[in-house]
């Protein structure tokens, strides 16, 4: 069965400063890898996808995420954090059994420093 | 607006109580999905529909649930004898295929 992992459940960073959220997937089949963000008391926005295209996804909001295949990580980085980033982060990835329902990790809270 | 609606945003209910929630998915999406999401928890699935057929249930959906999706449109949530452990925000999402799911802005119940 699929599942995720993500590594730290809160991290902190200053303003400014690299912003790196882990995530490790457990896979059968090559999976659909998602990362998603939740500002408080609000849904999920997704913030990019790996659908087996380039391994290097950029998304939105200056986010990328590699996807490594020999580690199995799909780790989340921005180069430059902002005040605006912090809120929770969920990595996802699609069960492939046919209802392709999305298996959610149990987050990492972003807090970013001034 | 055009995305997934989900009514009412907040719910305060007693215990032994019935409380039902609505989705409105994207109109031409005909996958939808109900999660359930605890405090500093991710997202848990709790059932899936594609058009009106509710295809798939997770055993967190206990007998206490039950969604519908009549007419294959919006989708209703329905939690009887509400329970404390119900406290949650209720997810809903929709999706065109299998490649990204839209979600909407949560339905969140406190159960007293």
């Known amino acids: 069965a699929q599942s995720v992992t993500q590594l730290g459940s809160h991290v902190s960073v200053s303003e400014g400063a690299l912003v790196l959220l882990r995530c490790n997937y457990s896979s059968s089949v090559p999976p659909y890898l998602f990362w998603y963000v939740q500002y408080p008391n609000q849904g999920l926005q997704l913030l990019l996808k790996y659908t087996s295209a380039a391994t290097l996804v950029k998304g939105i909001n200056g986010f990328e995420a590699e996807f490594k295949k020999s580690e199995t990580s799909f780790h989340l980085t921005k180069p430059s954090a902002h005040m605006s980033d912090a809120a929770e982060y969920f990595c996802a990835v699609t069960d492939t059994s046919g209802t392709y329902k999305y298996i959610f990790g149990t987050g990492t809270r972003l807090k970013v420093l001034a | 607006d055009t995305g997934v609606s989900q009514d009412p945003r907040h719910k305060i209910t007693k215990r032994g109580q019935n409380v039902t929630f609505r989705c409105d998915p994207i109109?031409?999406?005909?996958?939808l999905y109900w999660y359930r999401q605890t405090l500093g928890q991710g997202p848990e699935f709790l059932t899936y529909f594609q058009n009106e057929a509710q295809l798939e249930k997770s055993r967190l959906l206990s007998d206490r649930f039950s969604a519908e999706r009549p007419k294959g449109s919006f989708s209703t949530l329905e939690i009887q004898r509400t329970e404390q452990g119900d406290s949650a925000m209720y997810l809903c999402?929709?999706?065109?295929?299998?490649?990204?799911?839209?979600f909407g802005e949560g339905s969140r119940l406190t159960v007293l």
């Open positions: 999402a929709s999706s065109p295929g299998p490649r990204e799911l839209f």
């Open positions: 109109s031409e999406h005909n996958r």
